[in-house]
Each structure stands twice: as structure tokens, then as C-alpha cells.
């Protein structure tokens, strides 16, 4: 089976949707030395990062970035991406969007949004989009949305969404003049300004690797 390896920078992230986020992002800033590999979440991370440092090409990796969603805790995800380097011997960073480097490799890692706690890529996206139209609209959508269903409304069957985050990302996209299903997908489509300032903490992660 040929390697997954072809470059000498890697960049892991949680699944396809990152993956096409991070592959628009790259191309708009034209940094073509980075490769981005799917470490498939949170709970396979180990399990792929396995497999991926046991490629012969592995060898010649002199960099490796990891990007995770915050979900509930910034912190916590750190530990556990840092955990988990230091079980295979890989330099373990001090916190978010740190690197750390023995000599052979430097890692980083980049936990989004970055800029609060709590969160995930698409509360990075959002906050990129400022005052858009769409994005303001969508979030009253949801603010309704809050009151008709459980558990604010106890009389209510219907449960309000358990990731707002995604909620939003999706009522966005839906606003659209043409809906595109996946925050990777509509980066692709230009549907974001990868300009924004917002960037600019995951842009020199990422040129820091």
C-alpha cells in the first residue's frame, strides 16, 4: 500500500469537512508545503496518529500540526492532544498555538476557534463573517428557535440543538443563495473572507509549522 506521506510537513485534523476548509485556506495563502491528513477526532486520534508515524516516510516529517475543535473546554482538549504526543515521543507543545521542537520535529497545536474556550472551527468561521447579513439573520432564527423548544418551552417534544455552533454554520449556509452542505465545501466556493483578521492567529500557525 503506497504511504499516505508525500510531504515533509503534516497537518492532522478532525475529518473531511476540516480537510477542505484547510485546503482552501492553504491555497489562498499559497502555502504549498504542508500536507493535511484526517486524524478522525477526538476519540481515534491515537489510533491514526499510530499509523501515521509508523510510515517509512515518516522519517523525514520535520514538522506536524494539529488542529481540534475546543468543544467544551480549550484546555482539555490541549491535554488531551498532549497526552497522547507524549505517549509516542513526539515534542509536546505548552498550550494552544505553541510549538515545541527536539531537534528532529516541531509540533504545534492550534485548538479552534482559538480566540474563547469554548468552540469549534465553525465558531472561528462565524466570527469572520462580522455583521453578514445572513449570519445576523440566522442567528435571530435560532434565538426564536430557543424559546419555542425544550428545554425552555418544558411543553415542548422538540429539543433545541445540542451543537449551536453547527446549528448556525448550517442556518448560515441555508441563507444562502446557493446552499452549500459543509463549512469545508462553502470555503472552497469562497463563501468566507479568508482576509479576515479573525484568521490571523491560525494563518501564522500554520506558516509557523
Known amino acids: 500500500m503506497p504511504s499516505k506521506i508525500i510531504k515533509n510537513k503534516l497537518l492532522l485534523v478532525e475529518g473531511q469537512d476540516e480537510i477542505k476548509f484547510f485546503t482552501a485556506f492553504l491555497a489562498k495563502y499559497e502555502i504549498a508545503d504542508i500536507q493535511i491528513l484526517e486524524s ?16 517509512r516516510e515518516f522519517e523525514d516529517v ?23 504526543l507524549r505517549q509516542v515521543g513526539l515534542p509536546v507543545p505548552n498550550g ?9 520535529r516541531n509540533v504545534g497545536v492550534f485548538i479552534a476557534p482559538g480566540f474563547t474556550d469554548k468552540g469549534m472551527l465553525e465558531s472561528l468561521i462565524l466570527e ?7 449570519k445576523i439573520a440566522s442567528g435571530e432564527y435560532l434565538d426564536n428557535l430557543k424559546n419555542l423548544l425544550a428545554p425552555v418551552n418544558q411543553t415542548c417534544a422538540f429539543n433545541y440543538p445540542r451543537n449551536i455552533h453547527k446549528a448556525h454554520m448550517h442556518a448560515f449556509l441555508a441563507g444562502m443563495e446557493k446552499f452549500i452542505p459543509s463549512a469545508g465545501l ?18 501564522d500557525f500554520l506558516r509557523g509549522l
Not at 478522525?40 to 510510515?55: P, S
Not at 472552497?188 to 491560525?202: A, H, I, P, T
Open 40 to 55: 478522525k477526532g477526538k476519540d481515534q486520534f491515537r489510533a491514526e496518529l499510530d499509523l501515521i508515524m509508523n510510515e
Open 62 to 84: 520535520i514538522s506536524v500540526g494539529v488542529i481540534r475543535d475546543a468543544d467544551e473546554s480549550q484546555q482539555a482538549a490541549v491535554d488531551s492532544i498532549c497526552h497522547h
Open 96 to 104: 494552544h498555538c505553541q510549538f515545541k521542537s527536539d531537534g528532529v
Open 128 to 134: 469572520s463573517l462580522g455583521d453578514h447579513p445572513v
Open 186 to 203: 462553502a470555503a472552497q466556493k469562497g463563501y468566507y473572507n479568508l482576509d479576515s483578521d479573525v484568521f490571523n492567529e491560525v494563518r
